[in-house]
Protein backbone atom coordinates (compact mmCIF):
# COMPACT_ATOMS: atom_id res chain seq x y z
CA UNK A 1 0.00 0.00 0.00
CA UNK A 2 1.65 3.32 -0.72
CA UNK A 3 2.26 5.73 1.79
CA UNK A 4 -0.36 8.45 0.79
CA UNK A 5 -3.22 5.55 1.18
CA UNK A 6 -2.14 4.70 4.42
CA UNK A 7 -2.21 7.67 5.55
CA UNK A 8 -6.04 8.43 4.26
CA UNK A 9 -6.99 4.86 5.93
CA UNK A 10 -5.67 5.95 9.33
CA UNK A 11 -6.58 9.60 9.33
CA UNK A 12 -9.04 9.63 12.15
CA UNK A 13 -12.20 10.83 10.13
CA UNK A 14 -15.41 12.42 10.72
CA UNK A 15 -19.13 10.82 8.05
CA UNK A 16 -21.44 13.44 8.25
CA UNK A 17 -23.61 12.21 5.33
CA UNK A 18 -24.52 8.51 5.52
CA UNK A 19 -27.68 6.57 4.87
CA UNK A 20 -27.71 3.24 7.35
CA UNK A 21 -29.92 1.55 4.60
CA UNK A 22 -27.42 2.19 2.24
CA UNK A 23 -24.18 1.14 4.20
CA UNK A 24 -25.56 -2.14 4.13
CA UNK A 25 -22.68 -4.74 3.61
CA UNK A 26 -23.40 -6.53 -0.04
CA UNK A 27 -23.26 -10.18 1.99
CA UNK A 28 -25.80 -9.10 4.32
CA UNK A 29 -28.54 -7.30 1.66
CA UNK A 30 -28.18 -10.67 -0.11
CA UNK A 31 -29.01 -12.62 2.33
CA UNK A 32 -31.90 -10.73 3.45
CA UNK A 33 -32.86 -11.22 0.49
CA UNK A 34 -35.41 -13.47 1.00
CA UNK A 35 -36.84 -14.80 -2.74
CA UNK A 36 -35.04 -15.19 -5.96
CA UNK A 37 -37.21 -13.10 -7.48
CA UNK A 38 -35.35 -10.66 -5.82
CA UNK A 39 -32.28 -11.49 -5.84
CA UNK A 40 -32.66 -11.62 -9.74
CA UNK A 41 -33.98 -8.29 -9.28
CA UNK A 42 -31.01 -7.14 -7.73
CA UNK A 43 -28.78 -8.78 -10.13
CA UNK A 44 -30.62 -6.50 -12.73
CA UNK A 45 -30.42 -3.19 -11.17
CA UNK A 46 -26.81 -3.77 -10.63
CA UNK A 47 -25.89 -4.60 -14.05
CA UNK A 48 -28.42 -1.50 -15.11
CA UNK A 49 -26.80 0.86 -13.45
CA UNK A 50 -23.30 0.55 -15.67
CA UNK A 51 -25.42 1.88 -18.72
CA UNK A 52 -28.42 4.87 -17.14
CA UNK A 53 -28.01 8.54 -17.55
CA UNK A 54 -28.25 10.98 -13.94
CA UNK A 55 -32.30 10.26 -13.78
CA UNK A 56 -32.06 6.35 -14.68
CA UNK A 57 -29.41 5.52 -12.22
CA UNK A 58 -31.15 7.85 -9.76
CA UNK A 59 -34.23 5.37 -10.31
CA UNK A 60 -31.85 2.46 -10.20
CA UNK A 61 -30.97 3.62 -6.28
CA UNK A 62 -34.07 4.20 -5.44
CA UNK A 63 -35.29 0.66 -6.64
CA UNK A 64 -32.49 -0.48 -4.42
CA UNK A 65 -33.77 1.19 -1.50
CA UNK A 66 -37.06 0.21 -1.98
CA UNK A 67 -36.08 -3.44 -2.13
CA UNK A 68 -34.12 -3.18 0.62
CA UNK A 69 -36.75 -1.60 2.53
CA UNK A 70 -38.56 -4.30 1.88
CA UNK A 71 -36.96 -7.15 3.24
CA UNK A 72 -35.26 -5.27 6.63
CA UNK A 73 -38.60 -6.97 8.49
CA UNK A 74 -38.07 -6.49 11.87
CA UNK A 75 -35.57 -4.78 14.44
CA UNK A 76 -33.40 -7.36 14.86
CA UNK A 77 -32.09 -7.10 11.41
CA UNK A 78 -31.53 -3.00 11.69
CA UNK A 79 -29.17 -3.73 14.45
CA UNK A 80 -27.51 -5.81 12.76
CA UNK A 81 -27.16 -3.25 9.68
CA UNK A 82 -26.68 -0.81 12.54
CA UNK A 83 -23.97 -2.84 14.18
CA UNK A 84 -22.07 -3.70 11.08
CA UNK A 85 -21.95 -0.28 9.98
CA UNK A 86 -20.51 0.55 13.01
CA UNK A 87 -17.91 -1.79 12.97
CA UNK A 88 -17.07 -1.26 9.56
CA UNK A 89 -16.81 2.53 10.01
CA UNK A 90 -14.77 1.65 12.84
CA UNK A 91 -12.26 -0.20 10.87
CA UNK A 92 -12.07 2.88 8.45
CA UNK A 93 -10.97 5.04 11.33
CA UNK A 94 -14.00 6.88 11.44
CA UNK A 95 -13.82 8.91 15.20
CA UNK A 96 -17.57 10.76 14.58
CA UNK A 97 -20.56 9.89 12.40
CA UNK A 98 -23.98 10.87 11.93
CA UNK A 99 -26.32 8.25 10.24
CA UNK A 100 -29.26 9.40 8.98
CA UNK A 101 -32.40 7.12 8.55
CA UNK A 102 -36.46 7.45 7.93
CA UNK A 103 -38.04 5.91 11.26
CA UNK A 104 -40.02 3.42 10.29
CA UNK A 105 -42.82 0.73 12.04
CA UNK A 106 -43.54 -2.69 11.83
CA UNK A 107 -46.01 -5.71 11.81
CA UNK A 108 -48.34 -2.96 11.36
CA UNK A 109 -47.63 -0.62 13.38
CA UNK A 110 -47.40 -3.40 16.18
CA UNK A 111 -43.60 -2.63 16.62
CA UNK A 112 -43.48 1.68 16.50
CA UNK A 113 -41.37 4.12 15.13
CA UNK A 114 -40.28 5.08 18.13
CA UNK A 115 -39.03 1.17 19.00
CA UNK A 116 -37.09 1.45 15.37
CA UNK A 117 -35.31 4.69 16.59
CA UNK A 118 -34.52 3.38 20.22
CA UNK A 119 -32.84 -0.03 18.44
CA UNK A 120 -30.84 2.10 16.52
CA UNK A 121 -29.91 3.98 19.28
CA UNK A 122 -29.26 1.37 21.89
CA UNK A 123 -26.92 0.22 18.72
CA UNK A 124 -25.15 2.85 18.99
CA UNK A 125 -24.12 3.14 22.46
CA UNK A 126 -23.04 -0.28 22.97
CA UNK A 127 -19.79 0.93 20.58
CA UNK A 128 -19.80 4.61 22.40
CA UNK A 129 -15.87 4.11 23.57
CA UNK A 130 -14.76 2.85 19.93
CA UNK A 131 -17.06 5.37 17.29
CA UNK A 132 -19.54 8.70 18.70
CA UNK A 133 -22.29 8.31 16.59
CA UNK A 134 -25.37 10.33 16.35
CA UNK A 135 -28.41 9.87 14.70
CA UNK A 136 -30.42 12.06 12.05
CA UNK A 137 -34.18 11.25 10.99
CA UNK A 138 -34.82 11.43 7.73
CA UNK A 139 -37.88 12.91 6.16
CA UNK A 140 -39.25 11.25 2.88
CA UNK A 141 -39.73 13.31 -0.33
CA UNK A 142 -42.46 11.19 -0.80
CA UNK A 143 -44.07 11.67 2.89
CA UNK A 144 -47.00 13.77 4.03
CA UNK A 145 -46.32 17.12 6.04
CA UNK A 146 -47.98 15.02 8.75
CA UNK A 147 -45.48 12.43 8.69
CA UNK A 148 -42.82 14.36 8.48
CA UNK A 149 -44.34 16.11 11.83
CA UNK A 150 -44.02 12.94 13.29
CA UNK A 151 -40.82 12.56 12.26
CA UNK A 152 -39.81 16.39 14.23
CA UNK A 153 -41.53 15.12 17.14
CA UNK A 154 -39.46 11.85 17.46
CA UNK A 155 -36.19 13.86 16.70
CA UNK A 156 -37.08 16.18 19.55
CA UNK A 157 -38.19 13.30 21.90
CA UNK A 158 -34.67 11.60 21.09
CA UNK A 159 -32.53 14.66 21.65
CA UNK A 160 -29.92 14.63 21.97
CA UNK A 161 -28.59 11.75 20.54
CA UNK A 162 -30.88 12.68 17.56
CA UNK A 163 -29.11 15.57 16.26
CA UNK A 164 -30.89 16.93 13.54
CA UNK A 165 -33.29 16.43 10.72
CA UNK A 166 -32.71 15.33 6.72
CA UNK A 167 -34.89 15.87 3.41
CA UNK A 168 -33.58 12.91 1.13
CA UNK A 169 -35.24 10.30 -1.25
CA UNK A 170 -36.52 10.63 -5.22
CA UNK A 171 -35.42 14.21 -6.13
CA UNK A 172 -38.07 13.95 -8.92
CA UNK A 173 -40.42 14.74 -6.32
CA UNK A 174 -39.75 18.62 -5.83
CA UNK A 175 -41.87 18.41 -1.99
CA UNK A 176 -39.36 21.03 -0.42
CA UNK A 177 -42.18 23.69 -0.32
CA UNK A 178 -44.29 21.48 1.50
CA UNK A 179 -42.73 20.53 3.91
CA UNK A 180 -41.07 24.04 4.49
CA UNK A 181 -43.14 24.51 7.78
CA UNK A 182 -41.70 21.41 9.29
CA UNK A 183 -38.35 22.39 8.08
CA UNK A 184 -39.08 25.93 10.02
CA UNK A 185 -40.28 24.29 13.81
CA UNK A 186 -37.25 22.64 13.25
CA UNK A 187 -35.45 25.37 13.21
CA UNK A 188 -36.91 27.45 15.64
CA UNK A 189 -36.56 24.06 18.05
CA UNK A 190 -32.99 24.92 17.69
CA UNK A 191 -32.70 21.76 15.50
CA UNK A 192 -30.27 21.56 12.78
CA UNK A 193 -30.93 20.49 9.22
CA UNK A 194 -29.57 19.14 6.02
CA UNK A 195 -31.03 19.07 2.59
CA UNK A 196 -30.79 17.01 -0.22
CA UNK A 197 -29.65 19.97 -2.99
CA UNK A 198 -29.69 20.15 -6.81
CA UNK A 199 -29.84 16.23 -7.64
CA UNK A 200 -31.32 16.59 -11.02
CA UNK A 201 -30.16 18.36 -14.24
CA UNK A 202 -33.62 19.62 -14.31
CA UNK A 203 -35.68 23.18 -14.77
CA UNK A 204 -37.90 21.89 -11.48
CA UNK A 205 -35.24 21.32 -9.65
CA UNK A 206 -32.86 24.20 -9.81
CA UNK A 207 -36.14 26.17 -9.11
CA UNK A 208 -36.21 23.96 -6.32
CA UNK A 209 -32.53 25.32 -5.00
CA UNK A 210 -33.17 28.87 -5.18
CA UNK A 211 -36.34 28.14 -2.08
CA UNK A 212 -33.80 25.60 -0.82
CA UNK A 213 -31.12 28.52 -0.24
CA UNK A 214 -33.95 30.30 1.43
CA UNK A 215 -34.33 28.52 4.28
CA UNK A 216 -31.07 28.29 4.65
CA UNK A 217 -29.79 24.67 6.12
CA UNK A 218 -27.39 24.15 8.48
CA UNK A 219 -25.95 21.93 5.82
CA UNK A 220 -26.48 21.16 1.71
CA UNK A 221 -26.06 17.51 0.50
CA UNK A 222 -24.17 17.16 -2.83
CA UNK A 223 -24.86 20.24 -4.60
CA UNK A 224 -24.76 18.71 -8.02
CA UNK A 225 -26.71 20.60 -9.86
CA UNK A 226 -26.65 24.17 -9.54
CA UNK A 227 -26.57 28.07 -11.27
CA UNK A 228 -23.22 30.55 -11.25
CA UNK A 229 -25.60 32.58 -9.19
CA UNK A 230 -26.76 29.79 -6.60
CA UNK A 231 -22.89 28.89 -6.48
CA UNK A 232 -22.22 31.90 -5.25
CA UNK A 233 -24.75 32.60 -3.21
CA UNK A 234 -23.74 29.14 -1.04
CA UNK A 235 -20.31 30.86 -1.26
CA UNK A 236 -20.97 33.83 0.36
CA UNK A 237 -23.18 33.17 2.99
CA UNK A 238 -20.77 29.84 3.65
CA UNK A 239 -23.58 27.40 3.93
CA UNK A 240 -21.18 23.92 5.04
CA UNK A 241 -21.95 21.37 1.59
CA UNK A 242 -21.33 17.51 2.11
CA UNK A 243 -20.03 16.17 -0.96
CA UNK A 244 -19.78 12.23 -1.51
CA UNK A 245 -17.35 11.71 -4.43
CA UNK A 246 -18.50 8.08 -5.83
CA UNK A 247 -21.85 8.84 -5.61
CA UNK A 248 -21.88 11.86 -6.95
CA UNK A 249 -19.84 10.62 -10.06
CA UNK A 250 -21.74 7.80 -10.45
CA UNK A 251 -25.41 9.82 -10.57
CA UNK A 252 -24.24 12.60 -12.04
CA UNK A 253 -22.01 10.49 -14.92
CA UNK A 254 -18.69 12.54 -14.93
CA UNK A 255 -15.93 11.04 -17.06
CA UNK A 256 -13.69 10.83 -13.55
CA UNK A 257 -12.82 12.84 -10.46
CA UNK A 258 -11.10 15.80 -11.48
CA UNK A 259 -14.73 16.98 -13.23
CA UNK A 260 -16.49 17.17 -9.84
CA UNK A 261 -17.17 20.93 -7.76
CA UNK A 262 -14.75 20.01 -4.89
CA UNK A 263 -12.21 21.42 -6.27
CA UNK A 264 -14.27 24.92 -6.97
CA UNK A 265 -14.95 25.15 -3.22
CA UNK A 266 -12.16 24.05 -1.88
CA UNK A 267 -10.20 25.95 -3.84
CA UNK A 268 -12.48 29.00 -2.08
CA UNK A 269 -11.92 27.01 1.28
CA UNK A 270 -15.41 26.67 1.84
CA UNK A 271 -16.77 24.76 4.82
CA UNK A 272 -16.80 21.08 3.33
CA UNK A 273 -17.44 17.24 4.89
CA UNK A 274 -16.32 14.61 2.67
CA UNK A 275 -18.82 11.35 2.93
CA UNK A 276 -19.83 8.39 1.22
CA UNK A 277 -23.59 9.15 1.09
CA UNK A 278 -23.91 4.93 0.51
CA UNK A 279 -21.19 3.00 1.06
CA UNK A 280 -22.52 -0.30 0.86
CA UNK A 281 -24.48 0.36 -1.96
CA UNK A 282 -21.96 2.09 -3.83
CA UNK A 283 -18.83 -0.07 -2.69
CA UNK A 284 -16.71 3.08 -1.42
CA UNK A 285 -15.44 3.64 2.26
CA UNK A 286 -14.24 7.36 3.48
CA UNK A 287 -10.76 6.49 3.44
CA UNK A 288 -10.64 5.43 -0.37
CA UNK A 289 -13.00 8.71 -0.98
CA UNK A 290 -10.54 10.84 0.75
CA UNK A 291 -7.91 9.65 -0.97
CA UNK A 292 -8.98 9.39 -4.82
CA UNK A 293 -10.07 12.96 -3.70
CA UNK A 294 -6.52 14.17 -2.85
CA UNK A 295 -5.09 12.21 -5.72
CA UNK A 296 -7.61 13.87 -8.32
CA UNK A 297 -6.68 17.28 -6.96
CA UNK A 298 -2.70 16.68 -5.98
CA UNK A 299 -3.91 17.80 -2.42
CA UNK A 300 -0.94 17.51 -0.03
CA UNK A 301 -1.43 15.58 3.63
CA UNK A 302 -0.97 18.82 5.39
CA UNK A 303 -4.23 20.10 3.18
CA UNK A 304 -6.14 16.97 4.17
CA UNK A 305 -5.70 17.42 7.99
CA UNK A 306 -6.48 21.25 7.52
CA UNK A 307 -10.22 20.13 5.81
CA UNK A 308 -10.74 17.52 8.09
CA UNK A 309 -9.90 19.64 11.36
CA UNK A 310 -12.46 22.26 9.66
CA UNK A 311 -15.14 19.54 8.86
CA UNK A 312 -15.28 18.96 12.73
CA UNK A 313 -17.04 22.66 13.17
CA UNK A 314 -19.74 20.85 10.61
CA UNK A 315 -20.85 18.60 13.40
CA UNK A 316 -24.18 19.05 14.41
CA UNK A 317 -23.32 17.67 18.13
CA UNK A 318 -21.41 20.77 19.13
CA UNK A 319 -20.24 19.13 22.42
CA UNK A 320 -17.79 16.66 20.27
CA UNK A 321 -16.36 19.34 18.06
CA UNK A 322 -13.61 19.68 21.02
CA UNK A 323 -13.05 15.74 21.07
CA UNK A 324 -12.91 15.22 17.10
CA UNK A 325 -10.16 18.15 17.00
CA UNK A 326 -8.36 17.09 19.78
CA UNK A 327 -8.17 13.11 18.12
CA UNK A 328 -6.93 14.82 14.92
CA UNK A 329 -3.96 16.86 16.76
CA UNK A 330 -2.98 13.91 17.93
CA UNK A 331 -2.72 11.97 15.46
CA UNK A 332 -0.36 14.83 13.71
CA UNK A 333 1.76 15.15 16.65
CA UNK A 334 2.90 11.12 15.76
CA UNK A 335 3.01 10.84 12.25
ZN1 LIG B 1 -27.72 11.15 0.45
Known sequence: MDDLRRFCQL???????????????????????SSTADQLRLDALDKEFQSGDTHARMANVFEKFALLRSCVTNLDEIRRITRETLEDFITDHIIYVELRTRPRSFDNGAIPMSSYVEAILETMKQYENQICSRLILSIDRTQTVDQAMETLKLAERYRPNVVGLDLSGDPNVKSFEHFLPVFNLAKQMNLSTTIHIGELPDAECLRENDLILDFKPSRLGHFNFRTNEQEQRVIKEQIPLEICPTSNLLTMKLANLTEHHFNLFHTRRHPLAICTDDSGLMDCCLSSEIYDLVQSFRITKEEICELMLQT??????????????TKLKEFLTNI
Do not use: V
Request: glycine share 2%; with cysteine.
Open 11 to 33: LPKIELHAHLNGCIRTSTFRQLL
Open 312 to 325: CNLIFDKNQIDFCQ
